[in-house]
């Protein structure tokens, strides 16, 4: 593994998750990653469990142009998806019910996921959080 030392911010919730690219393909920091789904990341190392060996890896700082120390946790993007899984926080029910309920049906139907593909039928495509601003609720009707 061959990690960019360009490490990117990404805004979650209000909390920044740095993210690095290892073969062209995004790591996320598993510490910020705790915080996000748990509110701390001390005492969560259980949470990297269930991951699979090659969903999650160590970076030493060193790589990253930091200053000598502890390596770093990385999880992969399956990883990521994983750990927001199996969280009941209702930040990663948010995530869960859009994945769950728009993109996997999508692409059991469709054969593909397009962003932004159900806005056109008047129905929210990604979670309100990821967009930055709020987002009014897709009306319902009854059947008649």
């Known amino acids: ?19 690095v690219e290892i073969d062209g393909e995004p790591w996320f920091r598993g510490a910020d990653l ?10 969560k190392a259980w949470a990297y469990r269930p991951l699979n060996p090659s969903e999650i890896t160590m970076i030493d700082r060193i790589n990253l142009g930091m200053k000598a120390g502890r390596a770093l946790t990385f999880v992969s993007e399956s990883g990521l998806y994983k750990m927001v899984m199996r969280s009941d926080k209702p930040e990663a029910r ?7 309920r728009e ?16 806005a056109r039928c008047g ?19 009854a059947a008649r």
């Open 103 to 118: 993109v996997l049906p999508s692409i059991r139907k469709d054969g593909g996921y397009v962003l932004g593909e159900r």
């Open 123 to 141: 129905i929210l495509s990604t979670p309100s959080h990821l967009l930055d601003h709020p987002a009014t609720p897709p009306t319902t009707t």
């Open 34 to 43: 705790l915080t996000n789904i748990y509110g701390t990341s001390q005492g």
């Open 94 to 100: 948010q995530f869960q019910d859009w994945v769950t």
């Open 1 to 19: 593994m061959n990690p960019n030392a360009n490490v990117s911010l990404f805004n979650f919730n209000g909390h920044d998750v740095r993210v």
